[in-house]
Structures are given as structure tokens and as C-alpha cells.
């Protein structure tokens, strides 16, 4: 009898036990997920309520733009940037002179900075220190043949004088040569011209052909 009453104490005392480790689990659960939902809604009410910016808070539009560099156009950029370095043999020692991009109507051509003065829209006389020199005897300027061929402009210049002489079409008037580069795009064909004295064969006679080496059709003004 004894060892029956024993039992049925144990039995309860595990049953209770069961119990209360339940009811704490239950209670902790619905406490915990109550005091989540509170704190996700202070947080989100807290959020919007500082997020949100009066118009007398924001920053006025003149700040902004005060504080904002403005960024260049691609054509400032293009003139402002697109240099390169034309290297020329003088006096047996290799020379290096800059160039900045020339942007005509229809081409483009580096020019050395400072040797140039533009007396035409696609013609300039070469310069030093702001003077023409060589009385205007060296000369650079651009020809637009439209609607014509190769050789249909070849046999022009030859009625002129000019000989073929590797790349370019030559001629000499007196102590100056003359000098014609051609360029064929689809039905035009672009001619760049130069000239110079004899005696400065070794120094713009050498740079002018370098100079005529960086000419390039714009292809978006055709």
C-alpha cells in the first residue's frame, strides 16, 4: 500500500512540473512577441516622423548648386584636353612640340601650340611670339572637294603644276614648295595644302608633314 501511495505522489509531483514548465514557456512566448510588435512599431513611427524633412529644414536649392561644380561640355573638354606630342628631328636631336586639336567643319588636325595664326576659317600662317614669319611663306589651309574623286582632283592640281612625290602631289614657284595632301571620303575628297620656303626645308619643311599626318574627317558633321 505503501509503495502505491508512493507512486501516484510522484506521478503528480511530475505532472505539476510539466505544467508549470509549460504555462512559463507559453507566458514568456506571448510576452516576448507582444513587446516585438511594440517595438517595431515605436521604431517605425520614430523613422518616419524624423526621416521626414520640412521645407524650412531642407537645404535651399542655392546651397546646393553653390556647392556644385557644373561640369564641362564635351566640346570645351575635347579642345581643352585632346593634346599630343609631335616629335621632330632638328639639328640630329629629336624635338618634342604639343599640339592641340583643331576642330574645322568637317575635320580635325592637330596644330603646334604657338606656331600657328589663322588669317582664314581653314588657313593659317605660320608664327613666333604672335609674328608671321618668313614674310607669309609658310602657309597651311584646308580644301573641301565635294562630289569629286581622286582623281578627278589629281588631274586638276596637275593641270596646275603639281607632280605626284610619294603621298602628296608637289610643286615649286620660285624658292617655295608647294605641297597637297588627299583624303577620300566616300563621294568628297579633302585636300590639305601647306607650303614653305626652301630654306626652312629642315624646319617646317620636316613639321608641316607631321602636322598633316593628324588630319581626320569628322565623320558626325558629314
Known amino acids: 500500500m505503501k509503495k502505491i501511495f508512493i507512486k ?29 510588435k511594440e517595438n517595431a512599431e515605436d521604431v517605425s513611427g520614430q523613422s518616419e516622423s524624423e526621416n521626414i524633412l520640412s521645407v524650412e529644414d531642407s537645404p535651399a536649392d542655392n ?42 567643319e568637317g575635320y580635325t588636325i592637330y596644330l603646334t601650340d604657338g606656331d600657328w595664326q589663322q588669317h582664314a576659317p581653314d588657313a593659317w600662317s605660320g608664327a613666333f611670339d604672335g609674328q608671321i614669319v618668313l614674310n607669309g611663306q609658310v602657309q597651311l589651309w584646308i580644301t573641301h572637294y565635294e562630289d569629286k574623286t581622286v582623281d578627278q582632283v589629281k588631274g586638276e592640281l596637275e593641270g596646275d603644276g603639281f607632280t605626284s612625290e610619294n603621298s602628296d602631289m608637289t610643286r615649286q614657284e620660285g624658292e617655295v614648295i608647294y605641297k597637297v595632301r588627299l583624303n577620300e571620303f566616300e563621294n568628297d575628297v579633302w585636300g590639305v595644302n601647306y607650303c614653305y620656303p626652301i630654306e626652312a626645308e629642315e624646319g617646317w619643311g620636316a613639321l608641316l608633314p607631321l602636322i598633316v599626318d593628324t588630319f581626320a574627317v569628322s565623320i558626325d558633321d558629314q
Not at 73 to 101: F, H, N, Q
Open 63 to 104: 546651397d546646393i548648386y553653390e556647392n556644385t561644380t557644373v561640369p564641362e561640355s564635351s566640346e570645351e573638354k575635347v579642345e581643352k584636353e585632346e593634346k599630343i606630342v609631335l616629335e621632330i628631328m632638328r639639328e640630329g636631336e629629336m624635338d618634342e612640340m604639343s599640339a592641340t586639336l583643331f576642330a574645322g
Open 8 to 36: 501516484k505522489a510522484k506521478k503528480n509531483r511530475i505532472s505539476i512540473w510539466i505544467c508549470a514548465v509549460v504555462l512559463t514557456i507559453s507566458m514568456g512566448t506571448m510576452t516576448g512577441c507582444s513587446m516585438t
